[in-house]
């Protein structure tokens, strides 16, 4: 069995938020991570909700993983000096 962390999808009436979703090293490229997305987005369709999730700019990888899986960028948040 993988060992994966992650916050299953939170739901409002508008949408289903994936909050995160982590795999150990040696579990990664192997079809987990993309199984267990693929879950939500089922449930998310029977919902009838649009599936969102945030994903940190400077992740390539995670960045290649959603889009292959159909998610796409809407809006693009630019870190602020403060």
Not at 43 to 66: D, G, S, T
């Amino acid at each position: 069995m993988a060992c994966a962390r992650g916050e299953r999808g939170r739901s409002d009436e508008q949408q289903i938020r994936l909050l995160d979703i982590a795999l150990l090293k040696e579990f990664q490229n192997r079809g987990v991570g993309t199984l267990l997305l693929r879950r939500l987005m089922d449930e998310a369709a029977q919902m009838q909700k649009p599936l969102r999730h945030m994903v940190f700019v400077l992740n390539n990888n995670a960045h290649r993983f959603y889009e292959r899986l159909g998610f796409v960028v809407i809006e693009i948040w630019e870190p602020t000096n403060t």
